[in-house]
């Protein structure tokens, strides 16, 4: 086949250094498993940046990349349901979500992803601890330094924003408000419908603290809302670019504080906190929540909580360790506006006022009550108990295990200390602007250290002893001028087909530093194990060298695209093992370019078929079948192989007792083989020849005539029901035999008598066999002391039997017996008469006189009978007498006479 040119294209890559990032040019991403969430450099909910590959923006024509938030909200994946995922929910149109202050009668707005930006600062951290992703943002606006904090559950579909709010002027700032506003077009990228429903669920004051507003889509019930359980907010819909803190609060129009509406208009939450001292604070939490079933949940969360030690964060009614080697700082945090705390018992506590107390550890357990206060007029008792446990103070974080220098684009690392003894949880500082991707709170942070120059990471480990003492470590992000590349040349021969050996080499400049390692991708991706300046192509490609240098900085070289001709795959559809007859194996081979044009089949290694869809009729076995298909290129695919169970057709077949008309004729399934792939024969179903259909395994029947009958089985094995197999086989069905009459058989004790059955049988059985010489026999003989009934069951040759039963009498006395009548009719009972003797030892004469005395029978043998004639010729019926004479065994002669009638 003659070779084709391997052709090669030249690009250049361009490699972001924030791919991978978390804050990517100020604005934070953050992906939960349910929802994604994009916060502007400004605090605002929605980034002024495109969001980065993995995530799902969904931003409408004008911002289609931006990242507001989304949420998956029926929990089903990012592609399933309907819709597939909710939002982007305010980013399409004009992207209200804001936040804003009025202090001092001012108003200060951050909103539009940050077109208006009136309060300045900066995302200053992201952490991740496998539980919760946090971002945070902190500003600075006329001596009010503004921190906000949020965070996302991993599994949730709602996140929390603590807001602190610091007066780090010398002056009183007055009538201090914060608002959240946001425009909620949930469905506007699945409708074009930007209205929703717009509802205030709850409303301060109550007893509950708990402000509530909803706006859900009409089409698909894609929901959110804003809630707090913090006395000092209020909620409202109404307006549109709601810049008014104050107004917001007071319900000024176009604010609704109550009821509901139907409209493309925004909901609102804002906080009254007040005149804020110089260095006093003032912090409040409020969540968004994007699924209805969780608002309770979520709103809860922003309720007053428990700091203990400052590490360990408690709910009301939970129990915890206190430090047992020196004092523990309880704090109420998430005060939801209660200002004012009193704490019970005093027991061990430094003070039982204020939100922060601290007790000095002398207790065994005990529970704690915290009440508070509000200027809303309402009261809060909240409380744990503490239990004096063995809990120390953590030692000193040992060193920092981690790399000093960095080069871009790779500023992403591990870092980890030795677990320390007694630390429930780590506090990791990390430059600003720099992100925590995961580990925050343990031993080990994987960070994104950006682009820093130079800074330091610190760790303590803490419990609610408080902090140990910190370890840092100082790390710089390097920009050295690295190798660039100067071509890529192909090496030896090459071939046209993909998979083969071509080979290319990257030619490179020297830079600062030498090169340590060499790794070739492809599309992107790394290969395996190609980690030499030769690189083996096996397919069509963007081919592209990373090389990493002694200082530990990587460089991506520019792009070439390798183009071979494609080769098919091969592929096929398995038949139906499980069918009679012929079957075909469909190919379903397929080539990115070109055309297949051959096929080759195997069967266990052996060529069957060169046809595209092969046809066969295999005995049944397991297959190995196998296609390799080639295209008009001249390239062969790699075989595909498979498995092919061809069941075999079951065996069987039966047996029958009994074929008389009026007795039970009985058929008996006999399986011979299963069929391969079957364990057993199922389904056995039969056609008894007389219109009667059967199912189960062995049926019996009374056929009501005799005469031939077809009997067919039908039956298939366990795991095939589809492949059957019959036998079909005629059977006769005689007519039953005719009882007979046998004479009572007499004979002496110890005599031999003879017993003769019917002539019409093939097999005969005597039952029981006692004293009989021939038991199977027609004909047999026996002797007995005692008298005894036997019975005889003939059988012919069509399987009929009959049960005679013959009577056989055993004289014990010296004397004469004989029967008073006999039948000479030629049917085997009673045709001949005789007399029977015990104890005889010599008969001289036994004559029979018809009435008119003439003898006509004479004999001297015992065992000879008068069969009713006289010289051949038939006499009639009537009475007729006989004589006997002769000598008992004892010698004692006997004459004897007497009278039988013969009956015709």
């Known amino acids: 086949m003659k070779q084709k040119p391997v052709i090669l294209v030249f690009c250049f890559a361009i490699i972001s250094s924030q791919l991978f990032a978390q804050i990517v040019n100020g604005n934070c991403f953050i992906k939960a498993n349910y929802l994604e969430l994009g916060i502007g450099p400004c605090g605002v909910f929605g980034s002024s940046v495109d969001a980065p590959p993995g995530y799902h923006p969904r931003g409408g024509a004008e911002y289609p990349l931006r990242l507001g938030f989304i949420a998956d909200h029926g929990r089903d994946g990012w592609n399933a349901g309907t819709p597939n995922y909710c ?166 129009l176009p604010h609704q504080c109550s009821g509901s509406e139907t409209d493309d208009i925004a909901i609102t939450i804002s906080f009254k906190l007040g005149d804020l001292l110089p260095g006093r604070q003032a912090s409040f939490k409020f969540v968004n929540v994007l699924n209805l079933s969780d608002v309770d949940e979520s709103v809860d969360l922003t309720g007053p909580s428990f700091l203990i030690g400052g590490s360990s964060a408690v709910s009301s009614s939970d129990t915890t360790q206190i430090c047992s080697s020196g004092p523990t700082v309880f704090e109420v945090i998430n005060t939801g506006g209660f200002d004012s705390w009193s704490w019970s018992p005093a027991t061990g506590l430094n003070t039982t006022v204020g939100p922060l107390v601290v007790c000095n550890g002398n207790i065994n357990t005990l529970t704690y009550t915290a009440k508070g206060e509000n200027s809303c007029g309402s009261t809060i008792n909240v409380h744990f108990t503490a239990i004096k446990g063995n809990l120390v103070k953590v030692p000193k974080a040992g060193p920092i295990s981690g790399p000093t220098d960095l080069c871009l684009p790779n500023s992403t690392v591990t870092y980890s200390i030795a677990p320390l003894p007694q630390a429930t949880k780590y506090e990791w500082r990390v430059p600003p602007g720099s992100s925590i991707l995961s580990g925050d709170g343990t031993n080990s942070i994987t960070v994104n250290l950006g682009s820093i120059t130079q800074d330091s990471i610190w760790v303590y480990g803490i419990n609610v002893c408080g902090p140990g003492d910190t370890s840092l470590i100082t790390v710089r992000v390097l920009t050295e001028f690295g190798p660039t590349l100067i071509k890529y040349t192909l090496v030896g021969d090459s071939t046209s087909c993909e998979g083969k050996s071509s080979r290319i080499k990257a030619v490179y400049s020297k830079g600062e530093g030498s090169v340590t390692n060499f790794q070739w991708y492809k599309d992107n991706t790394v290969i395996s194990g190609a980690t030499d300046s030769i690189l083996t192509v096996a397919a069509s490609g963007k081919y592209s060298a990373r090389l990493t240098t002694t200082y530990g900085c990587s460089y991506m070289m520019r792009d070439t695209m390798l183009i071979f001709h494609p080769v098919p795959v091969a592929a096929f559809k398995l038949p139906d093992g499980c069918v009679d007859g012929n079957f075909i194996f469909t190919d379903s081979s397929f080539i990115s370019g070109g055309t297949i044009t051959n096929w080759i089949w195997k069967k266990d290694g052996a060529v069957f078929s060169t046809l595209q869809n092969a046809i066969g009729n295999f005995p049944g076995g397991l297959y190995s079948i ?241 069969d009713g004639k006289y010289n051949g010729v038939e006499q009639p019926a009537g009475s007729y007498v006989w004589i006997a004479e002769g000598e008992f065994n004892s010698g004692k002669k006997f004459t004897e006479k007497g009278t039988v009638t013969l009956i015709r």
């Open 87 to 252: 939002g982007d929910y305010y980013v399409p149109g004009n992207p209200e979500e804001g936040w804003g202050i009025t202090m001092n009668g001012r108003n200060y707005n951050n909103n539009l992803l940050c077109d208006i930006r009136d309060i300045p600062g900066d995302i200053i951290q992201y952490t991740n601890d496998g539980v919760m992703i946090t971002g945070t943002w902190k500003g600075m606006i006329d001596g009010l330094e503004i921190t906000a904090k949020t965070s996302v559950p991993i599994d949730k579909l709602y996140f929390l924003t603590e807001v602190t709010m610091r007066n780090i002027s010398l002056d009183t700032i007055r009538d201090l408000y914060y608002m959240r506003n946001i425009d909620p077009d949930n469905e506007v990228t699945l409708t074009d419908d930007y209205v929703t429903q717009n509802t205030i669920v709850s409303q301060n004051p109550n007893t509950d603290n708990k402000a509530v507003v909803t706006a859900e889509g009409l089409a698909f019930g894609c929901f959110i809302g804003l809630g707090s359980r913090d006395c000092r907010a209020r909620v409202a819909w109404g307006g549109f670019f709601n810049r008014s803190a104050q107004e917001a609060w007071n319900c000024f």
């Open 626 to 866: 196998q296609l390799t298909v080639n295209s008009d290129r001249g390239c062969s695919s790699a075989p595909t192989t498979a498995s092919f169970l061809r069941y075999g057709k079951p065996q069987a077949d039966f047996s029958v007792a009994g074929s008389c008309s009026d007795s039970l004729t009985r058929f008996n399934a006999i399986m011979l083989s299963p069929g391969y792939g079957n364990s057993n024969i199922v389904n056995w179903n039969w056609d008894l020849g007389n219109n009667t259909l059967v199912s189960t395994q062995d049926p019996s029947l009374v056929y009501g005539t005799a005469g031939y009958y077809d009997v067919k089985l039908t039956y298939n094995g366990d795991n095939c029901t589809a492949m059957t197999n019959s036998v079909v086989r005629r059977i006769y069905v005689g007519d039953p035999l005719p009882a007979m009459k046998y004479n009572r058989v007499i004979a002496f004790e110890g005599e031999q008598f003879v017993l003769y059955a019917g002539s019409d049988g093939v097999s005969y059985t005597w039952t029981p066999a006692i004293g009989l010489t021939s038991p199977d026999q027609r004909v047999t003989s026996g002797s007995l002391l005692q008298s005894q009934q036997y019975h005889v069951h003939v059988v012919n040759g069509y399987g009929c039997g009959r049960t005679d039963t013959v009577q056989v009498t055993i004289l014990g006395e010296c004397k004469i017996y004989s029967p008073t009548a006999f039948t000479p009719n030629q049917d085997g009972l009673n045709d001949k008469f005789r007399i029977y003797f015990g104890c005889l030892k010599a008969l001289t004469r036994f004559s029979i006189f018809n009435r008119w005395g003439q003898s006509i029978f004479t004999t001297k043998n015992g065992l000879e009978g008068w």
